[in-house]
């Protein structure tokens, strides 16, 4: 049986795009009954983001699909005063509220923490936004790219050619969403609270947060951090090999790991080049060694290679576009991908990724495909205590 740690957690989910609607995702597949509050008309902008014309245009685009299954979506209008009543209510309900305006915002609405507070006094809100709820930065709009360039990421991303370059998907999003749900968790955990807890996520620092390698680099041995490209800054031979066929990644982080590289290219005596004889030399020395090592890879193929150093006790593995690492047993027997059924809105089968762990060997999962924008809005209002005559008033007067 699965196991739902947030069962019985009822989350307001007021995010758009990325960070938040990722934050929540997670919650979803903990359990938790996530509410999506979307604007009447449009709803979540990634509702018209992705690859899918098709979908863009129905408001179901992909970018929403992969964030929002296992939620369910109300529409208000959180600038009519009767759409702030209904979610006051709603607010009163729910244990956590996430929201990812630029600060101040919520509180121009009237349903800032220091009014929801009143009304739930056990709430946990979480608001993220770029750069924090203070500083000098807090007003400025920010979007991943922006994070990226600003937290040193693009500066060591790339070679020394063509950085500063950015990470190939939304990683400060991503990190702001991931570090929203973590500090979420742990407030909704502390059996010690009696009170509400407002949670500042800075996508900025969480972002730097999980550079702690290069950053201390500089703040401790003060050694700025540099672009690599495929190169790992601790060890050599440890990045990306050209084969006879395919790349190939090759992590001999250790001494013992690097004579076994030695021994499988056929060349036990670069174990004792005076270039190569330790660590320090290996770096000052990596240019030198992948060249030699790319001249006898040519004879194999990444593939051939990849089991060969395995064997040998050597880390390596090959590498992958993403439709490869999708069709990869390693991901497909555990679980990774959900597939919604005929997905409303969509009109087709739906494949998702779900989380990356597991909860006693079972892999967290939602039952509910992406909403439709508003699909529950009526179910929602009615379990808050509004009856039929209600709900016909507040939509004619555009509150939902």
Same mark, same amino acid.
């Given at each position: ?7 019985? =957690? ?21 359990? &938790? ?55 006051? @209510? ?17 509180? @121009?609405? +009237?349903? +800032? ?29 920010? *979007?991943?790219? /922006? ?21 190939? *998907? ?25 009170? &509400? ?9 969480? !972002? ?9 680099? *500089? ?14 800054? !601790?060890?050599?031979?440890?990045? !990306? ?33 005076? @270039?190569? =004889?330790? #660590? ?53 027997? @555990?679980?990774? =991908? ?11 089968? /739906? #494949? ?21 924008? +508003? ?6 209002? &009615?379990?808050?205590? *509004? ?12 509150? =939902?």
């Amino acid at each position: 049986m699965a196991i739902k740690p947030l069962h019985g =957690i009822r989350v307001l989910d007021l995010t758009n795009v990325l960070a938040g609607p990722f934050a929540c995702h997670q919650l979803a597949h903990m359990g &938790a009954d996530v509410i999506k509050v979307e604007a009447r008309g449009t709803g979540d902008l990634a509702r018209q983001l992705g690859a899918d014309h098709e979908l863009n245009k129905a408001n179901m685009g992909v970018s929403f699909l992969a964030q929002n299954p296992g939620k369910r979506s109300i529409t208000l209008n959180l600038k009519h005063p009767k759409g702030k009543e209904v979610f006051r @209510r709603l607010v009163r309900t729910a244990d956590v509220v996430m929201e990812n305006f630029r600060p101040g915002v919520m509180d @121009r609405l +009237g349903v +800032g923490h220091a009014e929801l507070k009143k009304e739930n006094p056990r709430l946990v809100y979480c608001a993220i936004s770029g750069f924090g709820q203070d500083g000098p930065l807090r007003d400025l709009p920010a *979007y991943d790219q /922006i994070i990226q360039g600003m937290s040193g990421i693009m500066s060591i991303t790339g070679t020394p050619e063509n950085a500063p370059y950015r990470v190939g *998907y939304p990683v400060a999003d991503t990190i702001g969403g991931i570090t929203a749900a973590f500090a979420v968790a742990a407030a909704l955990a502390d059996r010690q609270r009696t009170d &509400a807890v407002f949670i500042d996520v800075s996508m900025l620092e969480a !972002t730097m947060a999980t550079m702690g390698w290069a950053v201390s680099n *500089y703040l401790v041995a003060d050694r700025e951090p540099k672009p690599l490209g495929n190169d790992n800054v !601790t060890a050599s031979p440890s990045g !990306t090999f050209r084969t006879g066929d395919g790349l190939l990644n090759i992590a001999a982080n250790k001494q013992e790991q690097f004579e076994a590289v030695c021994q499988v290219l056929g060349h036990p005596e670069w174990a004792h080049d005076p @270039r190569f =004889i330790d #660590r320090h030399a290996r770096l000052q020395h990596r240019e030198v060694l992948k060249v030699l090592m790319e001249e006898t890879m040519a004879a194999m193929s990444a593939d051939e290679w990849w089991k060969r150093l395995i064997e040998a006790g050597v880390p390596a593995g090959p590498v992958y576009s993403v439709p490869q690492a999708l069709a990869h047993p390693q991901i497909s027997e @555990r679980e990774m =991908i959900a597939t919604f059924k005929n997905a409303p809105g969509v009109g087709r089968d /739906i #494949r998702l990724v779900r989380t990356g762990f597991k909860l006693n060997g079972a892999a967290p999962s939602v039952e509910t495909p992406p909403p439709l924008l +508003g699909e529950h809005t009526a179910a929602i209002l &009615a379990e808050l205590g *509004y009856a039929g005559e209600d709900l016909e008033a507040l939509a004619q007067e555009k509150a =939902i």
